[in-house]
């Protein structure tokens, strides 16, 4: 869920790769090999078409759609991983929404063991 009024970020840095059983960002040695395709592939319509060439022209692990560029609504963005022949594909859904989206603060907790037994209570606060 993101506000239209606000940017948005995708990395796919961390997808996994199955040559080598995990991220590219886990193994620096192989970052240099590793290709990425992105591209639209549902409600593509409601993104600009200087936002959408952007995407579908990047190469980077990842990209950052500008603020105002989509119109509240869904949309399915795909990003291909490639590394020696072999591709690895994800998908994400975005739900763009026209107000502003609440952003949600927990504290640490106190004490970093936590027994299964023991209640467990989160602080927190939300500001929009």
């Not at 790769?17 to 319509?45: E, K, L, M, N, R």
């Not at 078409?49 to 119109?71: Q, R």
């Amino acid at each position: 869920l993101v506000s239209a009024s606000s940017p948005i970020t995708l990395d796919a840095s961390d997808t996994y790769i199955p040559a080598v059983h995990g991220p590219a960002s886990s193994t620096p040695a192989i970052s240099g090999g590793v290709s990425y395709s992105w591209s639209c592939v549902s409600s593509c319509s409601g993104i600009d078409a200087s936002t959408l060439n952007s995407l579908s022209g990047s190469s980077s692990s990842s990209v950052t759609l500008p603020a105002g560029s989509l119109l509240p609504g869904n949309y399915t963005i795909m990003v291909n991983v490639t590394y020696q022949g072999v591709t690895s594909s994800s998908l994400v859904t975005i739900h763009v929404v026209s107000e502003a989206v609440p952003t949600v603060l927990i504290q640490p907790l106190r004490s970093q063991n936590v027994l299964s037994t023991d209640k467990l209570v989160l602080y927190g606060f939300s500001s929009v």
